[in-house]
Nanobody, 119 residues
Framework: QVQLVESGGGLVQAGGSLRLSCAASEWTFNNYHMGWFRQAPGKEREFVAAFGWTTYYADSVKGRFTISRDSAKRTVHLQMNSLKPEDTAVYYC???????????????WGPGTQVTVSS
């Protein structure tokens, strides 16, 4: 069973930084593509960043967010810099066996972590 656990959310002022983490089992980390989505209040869930066949980023976060992997800790990080109020959302870690599906409709999801950016 694929289990994903996010951490690192919180409240930050505009222009600040946060780092999200997603911990997975060794099997999941080594065999699935992993990434991040977010859902703001009243909006649909949207893609943020992922490791698929290559590294993908949404246009809205390019140059500000960086996705990375820590193999020793079986963790995927999302470093978020220059945060804006419009980045406020619940951020979800996701995993899928397909490198194509990970940025479109991944099969597995974590419970999410809240990120709030104040102006």
């Amino acid at each position: 069973q694929v289990q994903l656990v996010e951490s690192g959310g919180g409240l930050v002022q505009a222009g600040g930084s946060l780092r999200l983490s997603c911990a997975a089992s060794e099997w999941t980390f080594n065999n699935y593509h992993m990434g991040w989505f977010r859902q703001a209040p009243g909006k649909e869930r949207e893609f943020v960043a992922a490791f698929g066949w290559t590294t993908y980023y949404a246009d809205s976060v390019k140059g500000r967010f960086t996705i990375s992997r820590d193999s020793a800790k079986r963790t995927v990080h999302l470093q978020m810099n220059s945060l804006k109020p419009e980045d406020t959302a619940v951020y979800y870690c996701a995993a899928d066996a397909s490198g194509a599906s990970i940025q479109v409709n991944p099969r597995y999801w974590g419970p999410g972590t809240q990120v709030t950016v104040s102006s």
